[in-house]
């Protein structure tokens, strides 16, 4: 259909061009004729001119305006030579020779000066013209039917080209609409299912099938959705079965948890008056002792309260605890000079200690509400884990910072370090951090998780820097305007 139209409108491009030249040649033959027509006319008149003044140079304009005619005509034939009928191009030739015969035996006449030769062939020259205008005429009449051909020609052409085009289009429009809903068939539908199914599989229904028969891309990409959803539902379950059961087992160590809990704040309650108790005992064991001079007693007996005050410590510290798992710590805020608290609180600890030098240094400090007891609770807990982890004979420092909003205190060690991953984990309760070399430190890992509750309950934070084998810096913050 395509090529035909293709063809078509060469046809009417060729047509076109034929109808032009063919109109050009008509208009050509046209204008040749009125040329005809005007030079007989003037031939007429110089005849009559002649007739009456006898010029010699009206002979010469007659002779020049016949010759004219002869040219005319004979361009006229040229253009008639495949264009004209045949009867019209025979009569034409027929006239064109006569009117030739005519021509040279009016110039001879006019030749010959006399005036009876020229009145004769002027009459058989009038008579000639009219033969040759009867014919000019029907050539003419011959030129405006072409014309009318060649015109219903052209739009009988347009009209065939329009046809074509227009059973085209519609022949292409079917084509398409066929085509459209073949794809939509074959392409369309199987990927709007696929795209529904993929919908439903990421919902977590993993029992829709599509069907994979065909064996095309479609039929294969079916075929692994399948797949797909096949294993997507088995690990599923399995993913259920594996939820389910650590779910269980969390839901067992919640359990367990809460009973170490509430077994710890039971026996730290039961510890500590018995605790108590024999710590009272101990001390007048030590003042009878002392009086008595039982040196060798004495010294047990002092041994035997050392151990006992770790082992309140202890007990405090597991009630301390309970307390913050239970929510009970209370802060009992009151306007408490930091500064004075930190340095009691460094000439404790270094009393205590004589292989390390203790440092304490810093800024003013404004009064602040805090828990006095608490936050010296925080203050022995870092300088005594400092002590514990630096070398014998290492510097530890505490320095203490006035900030706009808050106090910055900060606790810097010569110790093992601490690696960068266990720095959040170690304010975790009961967590504790060996060294590489698998060396343990006393304690259960709850200073720090004390500490860092302590801390929060103020509105502070909490955090250390460390390199693991270059020691360690403990920071904490209290702010100003803590109103309890």
Known sequence: ?????????????????????????????????????????????DLLSYRFNKNISTLELIEQHTTDIYLALDEMDSYLQSESGREIRLNFITSKERALDTRNDLIDAINSNSDVEINRNY????????????????????NLNTLRRSSDV???????VYNVALLTMISTLVLVVILFFYLRNIITIPIKRITDVASRISEGH?????????????????????????????????????????????????????????????ASHELKTPVTSIKVFTQILERSSKEKGDIMALKYLVRMGDQIDRLTNIIN??????????????????????????EETCENIQATVVDHKIKCYGDELDIINIDKYRTGQVLVNLL??????????????????NRPDDVLVSVRDQGIGIPEEYHDRIFERFYRVYDKNEK??????????????????????????????????????????NVG
Request: proline letters at 2%.
């Open 206 to 266: 993993f029992g829709d099938k599509l069907d994979a028969a065909s064996s095309d891309e479609l039929g294969v990409l079916a075929k692994n959705l399948n797949k797909m959803a096949l294993n997507l539902q088995v690990n599923y379950h399995r993913l259920e079965r594996e939820v389910r059961q650590k779910e269980d087992a969390l839901l067992k160590g919640r359990e367990l948890e809460r009973r170490k809990d509430d077994f710890i704040s039971m």
């Open 317 to 342: 510290e597991l009630l301390d605890v309970s307390r913050i798992q239970t929510g009970r710590l209370e802060l009992n805020l009151e306007p408490t000079s930091l500064r004075n608290l930190i």
């Open 440 to 481: 343990t430190f006393p304690g259960l890992g709850m200073g720090l998780y004390i500490s860092s509750e302590i801390i929060k309950k103020h509105g502070g934070r909490i955090w250390v820097e460390s390199k693991e084998g270059e020691g360690s810096t403990f920071y904490f913050t209290l702010p100003k305007n």
């Open 384 to 401: 005594t884990n400092a002590v514990k982890y630096s070398p014998s004979g290492g510097e530890v420092e505490m320095e203490y910072k």
């Open 154 to 160: 052209y739009e009988r052409a347009i009209s065939n």
């Open 123 to 142: 009459q058989k020259w009038l008579l000639k013209s009219q033969n040759i205008n009867a014919t000019l005429q029907d050539l003419t009449n011959y």
């Open 1 to 45: 259909m395509i090529l035909m139209l293709i063809y078509l409108l060469f046809y009417l491009s060729l047509a076109r061009d034929i109808i032009n030249t063919n109109n050009e040649r008509i208009m050509r033959v046209n204008l040749l004729t009125s040329k005809v027509y005007e030079l007989e006319k003037q031939i007429e008149v």
